[in-house]
Every structure is written in C-alpha cells, then in structure tokens.
C-alpha cells in the first residue's frame, strides 16, 4: 500500500506572496491532518480533514486555511506568506471514521523556505 | 491549554545501555498517547497506548501508560546506534475538539 505522498518536498518563496501544499493519504484514509514543524515549536497541530469537513483547528492565523476533495486528498494554502512561516509541512492520515481515532500515518513534508 | 512534556530534551549513551525517555501530559478529553521516532524524515509510528498499565512491547522497546499519574515511558534495551533519532511522544484528544498535540522530543544519540 502506498503510503502519504505530500508535494512539493520543497518551495522557496518570498514574504507576501502565497502557497498552496498537497497532500495525499493512504488509499482508504478519510481523514488528513496537517503539521508545522520548526526547530523551536516543534510540532504544531494546524488542522484536521474528514470527508471534505474542517473537523478541528489549532491555533493558527486565519492566512493557514485548508481544504480536502472528494476523494480525501488536501490542500494547504497560506496566504502573505511571513519569514516565520519557513518550517517543514506534514501532513499525515489515518483511517478514522467519526469520533473513533487510529493512528497516523506521516508523509515525508513539504520544506517552506520563505525569503 | 493542553501540554505535553518531555524528558529529559537529550541524552547521549552507549550501544548495549538501555534508556527510559518520559512524557507528561495534561490534555482535556484524553483519547490516547503515541509514541514517534523521527529521524531525518517524517516520525515513524512506534506505539498508541491507550489504557493504563499495560505495556506496549515491539522489539527492544517498550511503553507504558499511566493514566492516573498522566505519564508514559518508553524504554529502549540493548541501544543500538540505530537507534539514534528524536522521540516525539503526542496526546490524542477527542470529542469536539481533536487534535494531537506534540511534546518537544527527546534527542537520543547512541554512540558505538
């Protein structure tokens, strides 16, 4: 089974301008969830995905919105992009039906570098 | 707001010394606690503990979750170098408000 795919693995922008990531889960995984990683955060819960509905969100800025399609994949999408925004994006899936948890899976990140 | 700490942040050792890393936690709606490795690349699943006081054994580690106390562990024996990584230990929360929070990691570094 192939696992999370997550494109691009990098990007280089520069501050104001905008990003979209995507993702694509597990075959099967209806729910994605996406993750800031930085060295001095760690790793930030931004927001979870399941059957195209906004289910959960962390405390993030309104410019970090998201997005999932029919067929579970997601997109990630931050507007006037900051130099604080360079991190590594993950997204990760899991199979999750309601409120039943299971675990996630990781893809391999997207690098933000934002200049 | 939910927290999740780990320690100690690093540890050195030697192969063959076995370590424990610990996480605390204080989480509203508790579902489960996981534990990563990480190396360079996205965290690898490793255990999801989700009852007290049954340990969790996949090799040479192993984890524990006690609920009343809000702590888990996670043991490596016999360390290896591979073994080398950072070690995120995360909190599962449910109801209306799920998400995972993410302790900071535990830097293991085994040296030969």
């Known amino acids: 089974k192939a696992g999370v795919t997550q494109t691009p693995r990098y990007l280089i922008k520069t501050r104001g301008q905008q990003v979209t990531l995507s993702c694509s889960p597990i075959s099967g995984h209806r729910s994605v969830s996406w993750y800031q990683q930085t060295p001095g955060q760690g790793l930030q819960f931004l927001f979870e995905y399941f059957s195209e509905t906004q289910r959960n969100k962390g405390n993030f800025p309104g410019r970090f919105s998201g997005r999932q399609f029919s067929n579970s994949r997601s997109e990630m999408n931050v507007s006037t992009l900051e130099l604080g925004d360079s991190a590594l994006y993950l997204c990760?899936?899991?199979?999750?039906?309601?409120?039943?948890?299971?675990?996630?899976?990781f893809g391999p990140g997207t690098r933000l570098t934002v200049l | 707001e939910d927290k999740v700490v780990q320690s100690p942040l690093s540890l050195v050792v030697h192969e063959g010394d076995t370590v424990t890393l610990n996480c605390s936690y204080e989480v509203t709606n508790f579902r489960s606690l996981l534990w990563y490795k990480q190396e360079k690349k996205a965290p690898t699943f490793l255990f999801m503990l989700?009852?007290?006081?049954i340990e969790k054994k996949s090799g040479r580690l192993s984890s524990i979750l006690d609920k009343k106390e809000l702590f888990s562990i996670l043991n490596i024996t016999a360390t290896q170098t591979g073994d080398s990584a950072v070690y995120l230990c995360?909190?599962?929360?449910?109801?209306?408000?799920?998400?995972?929070?993410f302790g900071k990691g535990t830097l293991l570094t085994v040296n030969p």
């Open positions: 990760a899936s899991s199979f999750a039906t309601g409120w039943v948890t299971d675990t996630q899976y």
């Open positions: 989700t009852s007290s006081g």
């Open positions: 995360a909190v599962e929360s449910g109801g209306s408000n799920y998400k995972l929070t």
